[in-house]
Nanobody, 123 residues
Framework: QVQLVESGGGLVQAGGSLRLSCAAS????????LAWFRQAPGKDREFVVG????????DSADSVKGRFTISRDNAKNTVYVQMNSLKPEDTAVYFC????????????????WGQGTQVTVSS
């Protein structure tokens, strides 16, 4: 059983930065893909950034390219997303998710989910 816990959300002004963390308990991330999704009120859950734990390959949504960067710390079994130049449209609940082996942008493909952390960007 994989348990994921997000942290780092909060309120920030447009143009500011936040770093979100996702820590795993119960088992290691080896052979897993870790991804961040977000969901704003009234909208579908959407892919933001993801990383393959083994080879470090990454993917990101067009809306966040050049602003959001995903990284990992193997020793801490933690994945991060550094979010810079935040915009009001980035406001959402951000979820950490995990699945085996293959990076996917579909939330339906992910088995394990954290509880989410709120990011609010004021204009």
């Amino acid at each position: 059983q994989v348990q994921l816990v997000e942290s780092g959300g909060g309120l920030v002004q447009a143009g500011g930065s936040l770093r979100l963390s996702c820590a795993a308990s119960g088992r290691a991330f080896i052979d897993y893909v870790l991804a961040w999704f977000r969901q704003a009120p009234g909208k579908d859950r959407e892919f933001v950034v993801g990383i393959n734990w083994n080879d470090g390959r990454r993917d990101s949504a067009d809306s966040v390219k050049g602003r959001f960067t995903i990284s990992r710390d193997n020793a801490k079994n933690t994945v991060y997303v550094q979010m810079n130049s935040l915009k009001p449209e980035d406001t959402a609940v951000y979820f950490c998710a995990a699945r085996r082996l293959v990076l996917s942008t579909s939330p339906d493909d992910y088995k394990y989910w954290g509880q989410g952390t709120q990011v609010t960007v004021s204009s």
